[in-house]
């Protein structure tokens, strides 16, 4: 049996076909069957199921009296606590919380507009790694009948690893500059192969007149 | 505003292929990061610690599904190459059986290709889906995909969000017995 407070009954569901669970709902040690679907579930609650965070005021900030803080943007406002960025004192209106951050929402959207939040960037382009793949890719064989677009390909996948040298790579992994590297590598190569190419027919067709 | 520093992310162990690409997870100092990766772009989602309520790992059918896929194509295969090899043996005399051959080796490769899959497959463990609540309801997660792997993120997630939000409230005392009525 679980060892946290018992869950109240219905709250928590199945994930798989939305069914309410049993009063202890979830066990971290062994696997429970759903009632209704018989999915197995292995899994835990965490405090925040027993004390959901604190509504997010939506009205009128806390009036500010003598002697009080007061918000940068609402003086009227009494501060609850300054931006984590730039220090500016916020009410609780204009307090953006982001995880265990808080902003204030100029900071907030100067960092959604040039992807200078961490928090917030949803999708990343790899260059170096597109680089690579235009670099290694036509080099594989197939290609090898279409040399003439082994020049462009090439030449290509040089300029993505240029471009995309000093631009952010991924948010994990970091820049990846050895893919950068073998995609300029792998450009000249293709170019040289195109050049290669040109040189062998133009040799052939001079010794064939 | 000034660049904040990108924070540091520790890769936790297993992944998992979807339509969205390879997925894997990380974890942030106060959030879930899952990357979502097709090689040259790679799609982030968050999920903060302090908002998740529960963390589960829910078994599914998937690798059942995908042992019968490959296991009925090994066998299918197989059965057509060594059909198309029998047919060459039987007319060996004739010129034309080198060419039936070449669809003996492709059927062939198929079904090696496919038994391969079917190993990895029933190797890799019963396949499972992790989801987490949050007050927006239930998240699926793309990775880990293996119960293995998953048991043991599962292990490492959660105590990252105790470490958040504290431990969950323990049980309330059970009420004492009823005193047992006194009979003169």
Redesign the interface.
Same mark, same amino acid.
């Given at each position: 049996m679980s060892?946290?407070?018992?869950v109240e009954p219905g709250s928590?569901?199945c994930?798989?076909c939305g069914t309410a669970l049993g009063p202890y709902? !979830?066990d971290?040690a062994n696997?429970a069957a759903c009632p209704k679907c018989h999915?197995?579930?292995?899994? &835990?609650?965490?405090?925040?199921?027993?004390a959901?965070?604190a509504p997010v005021p939506t009205e009128k900030g806390m009036p500010a009296t003598e002697g009080d803080a007061v918000c940068f943007f609402h003086p009227t406002n009494r501060a609850v606590l300054p931006c984590d960025?730039?220090g500016r004192f916020l009410c609780s209106v204009c307090d953006m919380p982001l995880?265990?951050r808080h902003l204030c929402p100029?900071?907030l959207s100067?960092?959604m507009g040039k992807n200078? !939040?961490?928090?917030i960037?949803?999708?990343?382009? !790899?260059w170096a790694?597109?680089a690579f793949?235009l670099g290694a890719v036509p080099l594989c064989g197939i290609f090898i009948f279409l040399w003439p677009i082994l020049f462009a390909s090439g030449g290509m996948s040089i300029l993505i690893a240029l471009i995309g040298w000093g631009r952010p790579g991924?948010?994990?992994r970091g820049k990846q500059r050895w893919a950068a590297i073998f995609g300029i590598i792998f450009g000249l190569l293709q170019i040289g192969v195109c050049v290669g190419f040109f040189y062998f027919i133009a040799y052939v067709s001079s010794h064939n007149k | 505003?000034?660049?904040?520093p990108?924070?540091t992310?520790r890769?936790v162990r297993g992944g998992g292929y979807s339509w969205k690409g390879h997925g894997r997870l990380?974890l942030a100092?106060?959030?879930l !990061?899952e990357?979502n990766s097709t090689? +040259?772009?790679?799609?982030?989602r968050?999920i903060?610690? &302090?908002?998740?309520?529960?963390?589960?790992? @829910?078994?599914?059918n998937v690798r059942r599904i995908w042992g019968w896929v490959f296991g009925v194509t090994a066998s299918i295969a197989g059965l057509v190459a060594g059909g198309i090899l029998w047919a060459a043996a039987i007319n060996r005399h004739e010129e034309w059986h080198v060419a039936l051959y070449f669809p003996a080796g492709f059927f062939g490769l198929v079904s090696l290709l496919c038994l391969t899959m079917w190993i990895i497959n029933l190797t890799l463990g019963p396949s499972c889906s992790c &989801?987490a609540?949050t007050?927006t309801g239930?998240h699926?997660l793309s990775a880990p995909r293996r119960l293995g792997p998953a048991?043991r993120a &599962?292990v490492e997630i959660?105590a990252a +969000? @105790?470490a958040? @939000?504290?431990?969950?409230?323990?049980?309330?005392p059970a009420p004492p017995p009823p005193a047992p009525v006194a009979t003169s």
């Open positions: 060892t946290t407070a018992p928590l569901t994930p798989a709902g !979830l971290a696997e999915v197995g579930l292995r899994g &835990q609650l965490f405090r925040a199921w027993w959901p965070p960025a730039c995880g265990s100029v900071c100067k960092g200078k !939040l961490a928090e960037i949803p999708r990343r382009f !790899l790694r597109a793949l991924s948010l994990v | 505003m000034s660049a904040s990108e924070p992310y890769k990380w100092n106060d959030y !990061l990357v090689f +040259i772009i790679e799609s982030y968050r903060f610690f &302090q908002d998740v309520r529960a963390f589960v790992v @829910q078994r599914t &989801q609540l007050p239930w699926a048991n &599962q959660a +969000i @105790q958040v @939000q504290g431990p969950p409230p323990s049980p309330a």
